[in-house]
Structures are given as C-alpha cells and as structure tokens.
Nanobody, 122 residues
Framework: QVQLVESGGGLVQPGGSLRLSCAAS????????MGWYRQATGKQRELVAV???????NYGDSVKGRFTISRDNAKNTVYLQMNSLKPEDTAVYYC????????????????WGQGTQVTVSS
C-alpha cells in the first residue's frame, strides 16, 4: 500500500521561502520519477517540478530559477525548495509517486499525496 506524507506548507510573505517534503512508503522509491504539482482555487492542477530516477529535473515555466526539486533515496523523500515566493504561487501542492515523460509530455501514473497548502500573502 502506497502512502505519501507531504509537509512544509504554510503562510509566507512575498519574497519568502518554504521547503516542502514528500515522504513515500510502499513503493520502490529509487526507480520512480517523482513530481510536484499544484492546484490553485478554480484552476487546473499544473506541473511544478519533476525529478527522474537519475536526478534529471524539469520545471514549470512559472517557477524556473526560483524552485528546486531534489530527492533523497535513502529517506524515500522528495523535496521542493521554494524561494522568492509570489502571491501567484498560492495553491495546494501535491506530490506524485510515478512521473514519466510519455508522448512528449510529463504524465502522472502513481499515487497522490493529500496535499499541503502554500499561501503567499502579506
């Protein structure tokens, strides 16, 4: 049974930083691509960042240069370091346990976490 525990969300002022964590169990973590997605109120879920099993990364255009995804296979955990946060980054952030590049786009094939709320506001 796959279990994901996301943490690290909260309220932060514009320009601030947060680090999200997603701890996974019940999967062979090291062989899967992992991803962070977000969904703002009234909008579709969108890709934030993905990291392959080999450590290659890909980012959504709106977060490039500000966010960094990383993984620790020994801890079965994927991280999202978010810097220079903007109000438009406000959303519920989710991780996915199996992200792959298929048919020229990133697709999600694994389980979703429960989400963690990030609010950027002064």
């Amino acid at each position: 049974q796959v279990q994901l525990v996301e943490s690290g969300g909260g309220l932060v002022q514009p320009g601030g930083s947060l680090r999200l964590s997603c701890a996974a169990s019940g999967i062979i973590f090291s062989i899967n691509g992992m991803g962070w997605y977000r969904q703002a109120t009234g909008k579709q879920r969108e890709l934030v960042a993905v990291i392959t099993s080999g450590g290659a990364t890909n980012y959504g255009d709106s977060v490039k240069g500000r966010f960094t995804i990383s993984r620790d296979n020994a801890k079965n955990t994927v991280y999202l370091q978010m810097n220079s946060l903007k109000p438009e980054d406000t959303a519920v952030y989710y991780c996915n346990t199996d992200v792959r590049y298929v048919h020229y786009r990133w697709g999600t094939f694994g389980s979703w976490g429960q989400g963690t709320q990030v609010t950027v506001s002064s």
